[in-house]
């Protein structure tokens, strides 16, 4: 899909929905949490490049833990509604337009680097944790809360493709470990999704046997949480 789309995807879908992040999905306060929890246990403070922004909750959010944050996104739209949410906040983090695929802040002196929901989004995903990986310090972390290899074959992505025109994908562990790998990280550790009820295929498959094959089309997909550190 173009990255036209990705740019224009926030132009065209319900602004409420935007605005209304995190607010209107429970899931996502549990998927955050586990967020802070990692950074906190790998950061005390410090610089955090949000990559792939969106509205810029996650990069508020983060700003508000004490962290000092940049937030990218490709789409404008999203940047401007990122600056108008923080300017009726104290916490202040930093929003610029770029490509995950091909950004440069000039700098390389990120503690963290977070990219929370939106690599599925990216068809070109291992050039963008390339990006990520040269803005961060030596010893800095990436933190990824990615969809599963279920994701792309949903209801929900697939109606988003149709309508948008945006990319949807969906990663294995093991295509994750590679493409990390391949950027340069090492020390990888993998989590277990707060808003799941099952770990892997084999408790997915067991799930749909036990409650039957439609569960798929409405049960949460779980996600992918993995953290790295550049060596």
Same mark, same amino acid.
């Not at 509604?81 to 108008?84: Q, S």
């Not at 990280?185 to 990888?188: A, P, Q, T, V």
């Given at each position: 899909m173009s990255k036209q789309a990705e740019r224009d995807y926030a132009t065209k879908v $319900?602004?409420?929905h935007l605005f209304g992040k995190p607010f209107n999905d429970p899931r996502? #306060? *549990?998927e955050f949490a586990l967020v802070l929890e990692v950074f906190g246990e790998r950061l @005390?403070?410090?610089t955090i490049l949000d990559i792939g922004c969106g509205p810029g909750w996650t990069s508020l959010f983060l @700003? *508000?833990?004490g962290y000092k944050v940049v937030g990218v996104d490709i789409s404008e739209r999203m940047i401007e509604? @990122?600056?108008?949410q923080i300017s009726r906040d104290n916490a202040a983090p930093e929003f610029v337009v770029g490509d995950m695929e091909d950004m440069d802040l000039g700098r390389a002196d990120f503690d963290g680097a977070l990219f929370f929901d939106c690599l599925h989004h990216c068809p070109a995903y291992a050039k963008a944790l390339k990006r990520a990986y040269a803005h961060l310090r030596p010893g800095g972390h990436v933190l990824l809360l990615e969809t599963t290899w279920l994701h792309r074959y949903s209801p929900h992505a697939r109606q988003v493709t149709r309508e948008f025109g945006v990319t949807e994908l969906g990663f294995t562990r093991r295509q994750l *470990?590679? @493409?990390l790998r391949e950027a340069g #990280?090492? $020390?990888?550790s993998f989590y277990h999704d707060p808003g799941s009820s099952y770990r892997g295929v084999r408790g997915f498959l067991k799930a749909c046997l036990r409650l039957g094959c439609g569960y798929f089309f409405y049960y949460p997909q779980a996600k992918n949480i993995v953290v790295a550190r550049k060596g």
């Open positions: $319900d602004q409420t996502v #306060f *549990r @005390a403070g410090g @700003a *508000r833990a509604i @990122a600056r108008e *470990r590679r @493409a #990280f090492s $020390d990888l």
